[in-house]
């Protein structure tokens, strides 16, 4: 059973079957909620909102129609009931998707002796949650979800082109940090 | 020495380049060490980047979730079936309704010749039911009615409050 594709396991769970929509959770919770963590940047609210998701993508069943992969379609509502979590805690509106021009001083936030003391997946991982948010989300889609940039600009309702600037702008300003301390044999 | 741009360093790791330009790229990056460098801490970023780990959830957030999806279904189905029940019962007694005025009209003693006599035998049976509903409504009997009626809708209003409260209840238990 769980070697079956999504769209399988959504024509079960359409003609009935609701338990096989356990599969889908379990195949999609650690992503969704690393991308949900991501953009909250709190645990505790991530696994409420991430519930919503699951529950959302289950009464709208009917309304897939494999007119995308069901990945993207799930990102979709991921990323816009975080962001109405987001809005309605009153955190930046940065969030909006649309909001490319924004800029970002990540070296500002480099902890230099924080980064002595641990190794480089960490320094990655926190400079990471330190872009903002809508950047931070199209890192996670793209190198933690494996989604490809079609599908980010899809599953957040933009240009490719706006991805793809996301993607790149972000993978500078940690190549910057890298290439200005020197970072780059230890990393490789 | 041509520095080459950001973004062409990026399309050059994601392969996206067509290629030309990807030769040339690659003869830039042949004659400048300053432009490897570069290329060096971009690869090393996206090498990081890509071992970026999943936050795993509890074991038991799939059970908690699947109790809540089945839990609001049944939710759902007993909303439909009340749903069904109410508008059955109201079809039935409408039916019921138009099925007594129209035995009436066609039992009624005749009134006159043709459309005459149908709006006659209507009018009567209209009256039929009417007159004893109006001899009802006056008087004493209407303030009676309507104190019944108000205790009764408040008495709804507070079971309909309660009951979605014990609702709302249990399922932020079930969270």
Redesign the interface.
């Known amino acids: 059973m769980k070697n079956l594709t999504d769209l399988e396991i959504i024509e079960s769970v359409k003609r009935g079957n609701?338990?096989d929509?356990?599969i889908i959770?379990?195949r999609y919770?650690?992503?969704a909620?690393?991308l949900v963590?991501r953009m909250l940047k709190n645990?505790m609210d991530a696994?409420e909102v991430?519930?919503d998701c699951?529950?959302k993508a289950?009464n709208s069943l009917d309304s897939f129609r494999n007119e995308s992969k069901f990945s993207t379609w799930f990102y979709r509502i991921v990323y816009n009931t975080t962001l109405t979590k987001l809005s309605s805690k009153k955190r930046k509106i940065e969030s909006e998707m649309s909001s490319v021009d924004d800029h970002f001083d990540l070296e500002s936030k480099y902890d230099y002796n924080m980064t002595e003391k641990n190794d480089?997946?960490e320094f990655?991982?926190n400079m990471?949650d330190e872009l903002p948010v809508n950047y931070a989300t199209v890192?996670?889609m793209?190198?933690?979800n494996d989604m490809t940039c079609e599908e980010i600009s899809k599953a957040l309702d933009t240009s490719l082109s706006n991805v793809?600037v996301m993607?790149?702008r972000s993978?500078?300003a940690?190549?910057d940090i890298?290439?200005k301390n020197n970072?780059?044999e230890e990393?490789? | 020495m041509n520095k080459l741009t950001d973004e062409i360093l990026n399309k050059f790791l994601d392969n996206e380049l067509d290629q030309a330009t990807h030769k040339m790229v690659k003869e830039q990056l042949d004659s400048s060490v300053e432009n490897r460098k570069r290329l060096k801490a971009l690869q090393a970023v996206h090498n990081e980047l890509s071992k970026l780990k999943e936050s795993e959830l509890g074991d038991d957030f799939t059970t908690k979730l699947m109790k809540k999806i089945a839990k609001k279904s049944k939710a759902k189905k007993d909303q439909k079936i009340f749903v069904f029940s109410v508008s059955s019962i109201f079809v039935a007694i409408s039916v019921l309704i138009i099925g007594y005025v129209v035995f009436a009209i066609l039992s009624a003693p005749s009134a006159g010749q043709g459309s005459e006599k149908i709006i006659g035998n209507t009018v009567n049976a209209f009256q039929s039911i009417t007159d004893p509903i109006k001899n009802f409504l006056t008087g004493k009997n209407i303030a009676i009615i309507g104190s019944v009626f108000s205790f009764g809708l408040l008495l709804s209003i507070y079971f309909v409050f309660d009951t979605l409260k014990r609702v709302k209840h249990s399922i932020g238990k079930s969270n």
Do not use: G, H, P
């Open positions: 609701q338990n929509y356990s959770v379990d919770k650690n992503k909620f690393s963590k645990e696994e991430l519930q699951f529950i289950f480089m997946s990655i991982n990471v890192i996670t793209f190198y933690l793809k993607l790149y993978r500078n940690l190549k890298v290439l970072y780059t990393f490789l």
